[in-house]
């Protein structure tokens, strides 16, 4: 109950991982807190590297957080007496991050597509270029979050997703007018959502769809 829909989804792939790697290792369905060793997550990691193309360092650590998160909570309930990854240093790779430019943004603005799911993800998108709110955020926003500035003018008031910090942000009139464009929409009156946000999994996928349509 502490944790966040999309950090317990997370978990539950590192989990779904573990078993699998304990099953196909050591031939058992479980094993021991003690029978944890520093070749255990070493292992594991090529594993991840390999059998699921974790191809990314920065995704495999991740994995491996998850596990020392667990073994933390058994250490502080003492149910281990040690760290046995005491002597593990994962190496994560720093990320490249790369930017749309101006350009970029305006062909995908400009580009209408055919298929009503490539139109709504490009929408939604663009709507959190011209807010600066990830996925997670949007994906909830209901029309209470838009309340009336002191300077007159639509903003957005909520909480952050990943962090529940304040956020408060103004409504350029690009992401208004996506707003207006879908507020008859069934996903939007019928589940009191301010965008009919689809899946995660789908938008990532539509995301190269457009973007290849945009020659991007």
């Known amino acids: 109950s502490d944790y966040k829909i999309g950090t317990l989804k997370n978990y539950n792939v590192t989990l779904g991982h573990l078993k699998e790697f304990i099953l196909q290792k050591y031939h058992v369905a479980d094993i021991h807190l003690t029978d944890l060793n520093f070749k255990f997550i070493t292992e594991f990691e090529l594993m991840c590297k390999t059998k699921w193309e974790c191809k990314r360092s920065s995704t495999t650590i991740k ?5 020392r998160k667990v073994i933390g909570i058994a250490m502080a309930n003492e149910w281990l007496m040690k760290d046995p990854f005491i002597q593990y240093k994962g190496k994560q790779e720093k990320a490249t991050i ?10 995908i603005e400009e580009k209408e597509f055919e298929f009503d799911r490539l139109e709504r993800v490009k929408d ?6 011209y807010t600066g709110y990830a996925y997670s955020d949007v994906e909830k926003f209901s029309p209470n979050d838009i309340v009336t500035g002191m300077d007159g003018l639509k903003w957005i008031y909520t909480e952050r997703a990943k962090n529940d910090s304040k956020s408060n942000v103004p409504l350029l009139p690009q992401a208004l007018a996506i707003i207006e464009k879908y507020q008859s929409h069934p996903d939007v009156i019928n589940k009191n959502r301010l965008l009919p946000v689809i899946s995660n ?3 990532n996928a539509y995301l190269k769809e457009i973007a290849v349509g945009c020659g991007i």
């Open 63 to 67: 994995h491996i957080q998850r596990i």
């Open 98 to 107: 790369k930017y749309l430019t101006q350009e970029e943004l305006k062909a």
């Open 124 to 129: 939604m998108f663009i709507f959190s270029c």
């Open 201 to 203: 999994m789908k938008t």
